[in-house]
């Protein structure tokens, strides 16, 4: 039985971090909120019925995690970090921005690895606390267009895995969820025409939330949303080969909707 949360969740003005933040709400005690746009973060407080505390800022920044630990002392701490904020862009490597690939790895990868740093003394006074990292399917599986976000993400489950392992005789537990595509603005016109080409399976950013409360509540390492995706994700762990020649099958589709 999990006890009560007390939880930061960062990018809780987007489509799964809002879903996250309403149905951990009535599990919650106290609620941080972050995310670098004020409004949408203003809106989701109004309708949660629980003590929630804001901070407007960007993770990339060093004094966004100071507030956000400040937040959490005033709150009296903390037993759950939800990492989720991410950015992703769909494009061709070879002509991707360095700003852009930056950011992905700045936003997706460096900012979740400080803000854990930066609030593990915070956790380690809870008599049990969870860091979730919020990953991707396309950080376990390779997918074209998506090499930089991808390494981000795939660069998240490693932290994760290695934490997990370095703090497994504390009690924080740190774990790793990956959702598979969900219809959020994150995904830009090209990676939904692409999706809808591809016959790819989209989740609701609601049920995305719904597995990630139950997920809080059991006792898995990491989870991958999608049976067919897990299975996918299990091949390429086994037989690479085989995942290769299913994705080159769809190279040529996929180049049509890729930004170059
Ligand atoms: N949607 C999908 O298909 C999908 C699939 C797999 C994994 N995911 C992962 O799920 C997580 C949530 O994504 P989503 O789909 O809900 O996307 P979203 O609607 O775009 O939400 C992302 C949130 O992150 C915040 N954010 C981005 N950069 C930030 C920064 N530097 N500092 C602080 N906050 C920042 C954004 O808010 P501000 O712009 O206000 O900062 C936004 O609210 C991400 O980690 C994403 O990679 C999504």
């Known amino acids: 039985m999990r006890p009560r949360y007390r939880a930061v969740i960062t990018g809780a003005g987007g489509g799964i971090g809002a879903a996250i ?3 951990l709400a009535p599990l919650s005690d106290s609620l941080i909120l972050v995310g670098r746009r004020a409004a949408p973060l203003q809106l989701l407080r109004a309708e949660l019925k629980v003590p929630v505390q ?5 993770l990339a920044e060093p004094g966004t995690l100071a507030a956000v630990e400040a937040a959490a ?4 701490g903390l037993n759950l970090l939800v990492n989720n ?3 992703s862009e769909f494009h061709s490597f070879e002509t991707q921005s360095p700003e852009a690939i930056r950011s992905m790895v700045d936003t997706n990868l460096l900012a979740p690895m400080l803000l854990t740093r930066q609030l593990l003394p915070l956790l380690r006074q809870a008599p049990s606390a969870q860091v979730v990292n919020v990953g991707s399917i396309f950080g376990l599986l390779g997918f074209p267009g998506f090499a930089a976000y991808g390494a981000s993400k795939s660069g998240l489950k490693g932290f994760s895995q290695a934490l997990r392992r370095e703090l497994s005789d504390t009690a924080v537990e740190v774990r790793h969820f990956a959702p598979r595509a969900t219809s959020t603005g994150i995904n830009s016109a090209a990676v939904n025409a692409m999706n809808d080409e591809l016959n790819t399976a989209q989740d609701s ?3 995305v939330a719904a597995a990630f409360v139950a997920f809080l509540g059991g006792d898995a390492w990491q989870k991958t949303l999608g049976g067919k995706e897990s299975f996918f994700v299990l091949l390429n762990k086994l037989v690479p080969a085989l995942p290769d020649g299913a994705i080159r ?3 040529q589709v996929i180049r049509k909707h890729l930004p170059r």
């Not at 804001?54 to 960007?58: A, E, P, R, T, W």
């Not at 002392?73 to 009296?76: D, I, N, V």
């Open 85 to 87: 904020a991410g950015v």
């Open 205 to 207: 950013p609601e049920a």
């Open 21 to 23: 933040a309403r149905q």
């Open 249 to 251: 099958k769809q190279l």
């Open 54 to 58: 804001l901070v407007c800022g960007d």
């Open 73 to 76: 002392r005033q709150s009296g």
